[in-house]
């Protein structure tokens, strides 16, 4: 059989309450996950994949038998596959603040029976982290092979390295960095902002309307622009037009605007613009070194073997991102190694170069665990 | 004296119409533009300055005894300076379709008697230059030792050599290219639609009314990001935070964030919307190749000598499409040359390096010309 076939998201309620970073308090909370593969008797053969800002818990195969589209990361999950399901468990949860079924602010709030809306408290990379560790002991999981993830999930990834490193064989970040740049919150500074602009964004109180389908579709739109590269733009669509004829006017439209466009309308469709806004803000906020030390000093001692991927022609985290993560253990004395992939499409290359992706990750699984076979 | 001390912004008022690239008419015309330095007698000793987006026709001195800031190009203009106001006459006009007093959108519409709005025509690089070719034979410019603008201005710098190559001893674009590239014509889009998105827009009818403050304000902030440059944001803003205090507050801000913010604004208080919209699609439709045949091919029998000179780290107009334009014009048997600026602050460098600038071009214009003396 290809691939891991029809899976279920599943939900897990915490009837307790999650101390965020913050300081505040959030519960009860729902989160939602997919599993693949089988935990072994001792627990120690999981493997969790961390999903970037608009991602979700479904990595692989199809919810329904007709679903469009497997899951974002299909290629490189499954029987035989680089997180081979016959020897991993594989595990990915929505993250805390989004909208695929965890806890966020379009859930209700238990003091108000209304959705949280502005109310939902801000949170960052590590609340989701400490919420996937909860899910992680209720499933069972003693000892992870590899947390892993690209962009956001790669935050969460280095995370993992920081707060619960006795648990990880090692970690997997792609495409990221150990704290945000201003480059980086810059973008998403318009994104946000582009958000707050639309006036059916009402202050966040817009459930059960329409919502700010224009400006989060603006707010897409410009993300998506951070997502490719200069030259991934000139493969797809060099400078053609939509309709000709409409050259010398000003509604007239090249395919990238029109493309943009779409995909702005598409992530309307299924995302919610409150989620968008906490969650930019969470990636704003990352920053290994918060509240732990100065930033070059906290890789002292870190305890995981790390395996850093960059993405060669990825702008909104240049490769030296990940590359600085490297050599700081290193330099701390851990143990870290780099491999690059080698692509045109920029940072979505995470989410497209599964060959270069599969044949990085799988020979480093191995050799981390040799016991596990398949 | 330092510099070229009170300078006054004059209009030239062309009472025909300009037959535009689109088809379309335009006219009557007013042209804005400022002169620094005496024409010689034979009318050859002129240099041409091309402005980029949002600039104008002020380079050098002040407007008047208490401006808070000279023109934009000041250290580059006046006696003994790189453009050299003993040697040269410069001139530099506010484009076709700006706000600074040249014929635009929110310039009256004869035949209403109202704005133009959206009823202004398309414009094109191309139609620029004409413009600016009616002001030079007005002011009895017979001959420009070099045309020179970096940006938009670059743009027009190509299309001088294209249109009046006889009228020119070289041409010096700057952190430009020959057409814009899909990722370019990107930002532009979600810049437009961030004006197009505000209510107050009104469809282009605003004027009376404060307008598309938000809209243009988050445009403006979009732009800024691709004007700067990953190690640049880094040395200015690193992660700071505007009120710590706020640090897990979705308002809290990071100094980057209201830095934008405030250029936002900034650029509010100075500059037209539907100029803004008007001149990003200039910008979008520029293609020397244009209605001339293959893109590779223009280049044959250039006849301009060329000085291109790219920036280093300047992602949004990256140093290799200046190199293509100087490589096509060699590789055509013309005569072109490349120089780098090198500098950390991306597209806008050329707005700040101003030793490096004068160094690239001081020599290169008395090479051309050794018959103008001081």
Chains 1, 2 share one sequence.
């Not at 939900?11 to 693949?36: D, K, M, N, R, V």
């Not at 997180?83 to 991993?88: F, S």
């Not at 962009?151 to 990221?176: C, H, K, N, R």
């Not at 070194?289 to 995981?304: L, M």
């Amino acid at each position: 059989m290809d691939g891991v076939g029809i899976v279920t998201t599943r939900f897990y309620e915490w009837s307790q309450c999650l101390h965020l970073e913050s300081g505040a308090h959030l519960g009860p909370l729902t989160i939602a996950y997919e599993t693949y593969g089988e935990l072994n008797a001792a627990g120690n053969n999981a493997i969790l994949v961390l999903h970037a800002l608009t991602g979700n818990a479904h990595i692989a195969g199809r919810n329904f038998p007709d679903e469009r589209y497997p899951g974002w990361w299909d290629p490189l999950v499954g029987p035989g596959r680089a997180l081979d399901t016959r020897r991993y468990f594989i595990v990915c949860a929505n993250v805390l603040g989004s909208c695929y079924g965890t806890t966020g602010p379009a859930s209700i709030n238990p003091a108000t029976g209304k959705p949280y809306g502005m109310d939902f408290p801000a949170i960052t990379i590590r609340d989701m982290v400490r919420a996937q560790k909860i899910l992680l002991d209720y499933l069972g999981v003693k000892r992870l092979v590899a947390a892993i993830g690209g962009s956001m999930g790669g935050m969460q990834v280095l995370e993992w390295g920081f707060l619960y490193p006795q648990m990880l064989d090692a970690i997997i970040p792609i495409a990221t960095c150990g704290r945000t740049t201003p480059m980086q919150i810059a973008f998403h500074h318009v994104q946000r902002e582009a958000i707050y602009a639309d006036p059916d964004w009402q202050g966040g109180n817009y459930y059960g309307t329409a919502g700010p389908r224009r400006g989060l579709a603006l707010a897409r739109q410009i993300g998506i622009i951070t997502y490719k590269s200069d030259p991934s733009w000139n493969m797809k669509f060099g400078r053609n037009l939509v309709d000709p004829r409409k050259y010398f006017q000003l509604e007239g439209q090249f395919e990238v605007e029109s493309y943009l466009a779409y995909q702005g309308r598409k992530l309307v469709d299924r995302f919610d613009a409150n989620s968008y806004l906490y969650l930019t803000k969470a990636v704003d906020l990352h920053d290994v070194s918060q509240g732990r030390g100065n930033y070059n000093e906290v890789w002292r001692d870190f305890p995981c073997p790390c395996l850093g991927i960059g993405i060669s022609s990825d702008f909104l985290f240049p490769p030296y991102q990940v590359q600085e993560i490297v050599r700081m253990i290193n330099d701390s004395g851990g143990h870290a190694r780099y491999a690059e992939i080698d692509s045109p499409y920029g940072h979505d290359a995470f989410l497209i170069e599964f060959n270069q992706l599969a044949a990085i990750i799988q020979p480093f699984l191995k050799e981390l665990r040799p016991d596990l076979a398949a």
